[in-house]
């Protein structure tokens, strides 16, 4: 059993930057590849990013790629999402998510673990 408490979301203008956080329960963090997905009102829920077990292979959604970061500290069971150069659609709750299989994917149901969400708000 894994637990993820996200943390690090609030209101920025456009153009700020944001990091959340997600801590992880229990000591196999190490081993789960880790997930950031965001949901904004009246939409479905979609992947942004991903981190390999490792933190060696990162792979991001077309929209935020290049201005957001994905990382990793094993040693601190925590995950990581740099979002900078933010827009009014990145408006939305973000949630980490664990992933036990052993390829990176983007498929929201291939994540067993779920955090409860960390509401980000980018005013223009």
């Known amino acids: 059993q894994v637990q993820l408490v996200e943390s690090g979301g609030g209101l920025v203008q456009a153009g700020g930057s944001l990091r959340l956080s997600c801590v992880a329960s229990?000591?196999?963090?190490?081993?789960?590849?880790m997930g950031w997905f965001r949901q904004a009102p009246g939409k479905e829920r979609e992947f942004v990013a991903a981190i390999s077990a490792s933190g060696r292979s990162t792979y991001y959604a077309g929209s935020v790629k290049g201005r957001f970061t994905i990382s990793r500290d094993n040693a601190k069971n925590t995950v990581y999402l740099q979002m900078n150069s933010l827009k009014p659609e990145d408006t939305a709750v973000y949630y980490c998510?664990?992933?036990?299989?052993?390829?990176?994917?983007?498929?929201?149901?291939?994540?067993?673990?779920w955090g409860q969400g960390t509401q980000v708000t980018v005013s223009s």
């Open positions: 229990g000591r196999t963090f190490s081993s789960y590849a």
């Open positions: 998510a664990a992933d036990a299989g052993l390829i990176l994917t983007t498929t929201l149901n291939r994540y067993d673990y």
